[in-house]
Structure formats: C-alpha cells, structure tokens
C-alpha cells in the first residue's frame, strides 16, 4: 500500500500538486491537521483516493476526529496531529498512546519539521509541513509504503525559494 502524507497546509495547497506529481500512484493520502478545511480540496486533487485527516490545534472551527486509527496492509496506524500529546516537548506521551494502542506507525504533524524515527518499536512518522515549514530550508510532505514484511518511510523536499 502506498501512502501519500502531508500535514500543516495552513490553508495554502499550492504545493501539493507538485508533491502529487512526484508520488505517482497512492492508494491512500493522508493529513494530519491543521487546516481541516483543506481536506475537501485535497480530496478534489486525488480524484477517487481516499482521504483521511484529523483535526489540529488551529481546527477549533470545524468538526472532524481528533484522532484515527485504521489498519494497511495487516499494520496498525495511528493519525493525530499532535498537540494533545504535547509533541513539541517529545516523543513520550505519544509514544505511550501508541503503545496503548498497539499501533506499528504514528503519523502525527503539528511541529511543521519533518521527522521520522523509530522510537522503541512503533514508527514515529512526521511529513514536517508542505506549506509553513520550520527549522528546514523546504516544505515537505511523506510516503509510507507499507507490505505485510515491513514499512518504509521517506520524507521528501519542496525546493523553492521564498
């Protein structure tokens, strides 16, 4: 299964396209919040992919799941923003949600810098932000592809000058 994953659009989807473009083909996208609103857009640029997304800090306005867990390709995933596990400060109280859960990968946003790391046994999978990046020189967004032998991971850069 191949994921797209992107996080902290901010409202602005200008380079998803190219990100799309770069992907090739996804059974899947992902968005981990902040702007929940872009959704809807997103869901336009994908065609007939399926879209799941969560709410973020900057998402008080709309309605939408905080969190969601689903399962690809016989792995556990677990979609969050965030901020309810007050990730800027680290990886523990998340890393102890997802053991709770059992999960095999995190996707999580809201610090706006791409990560991705395996913390203890569960993939800790962060797209940074494809709009609004932080301490990076690039937006970026995420791939997972995911077998039932195992999970890679890749974040990837948006040169552009600002």
Known sequence: ????????THGDLSNVPIALSRMGR????LHAGD????IDQLRKLVDDIPVKGVLGNCDTWCGGPREEMFEAARKKIYLVHGHLYNIKNGFHKLFLRAEELGVDVV???????AESLLYGNILMFN?????RPRNQD???????E???????HRIYYIEKAY
């Not at 996804?26 to 996208?29: E, I, M, P, R, T």
């Not at 995911?146 to 890679?152: G, L, M, P, S, Y």
């Open 35 to 38: 702007c929940y609103g872009d």
């Open 127 to 131: 797209p940074g932000s494809i709009s």
């Open 26 to 29: 996804l059974d899947l996208v």
């Open 138 to 144: 690039y937006p970026s967004y995420g791939m997972l």
């Open 107 to 113: 996707v999580y946003g809201h610090t706006h810098r």
């Open 1 to 8: 299964m191949r994921i797209g994953v992107f996080s902290d």
């Open 146 to 152: 995911i077998t039932e032998q195992k999970i890679n």
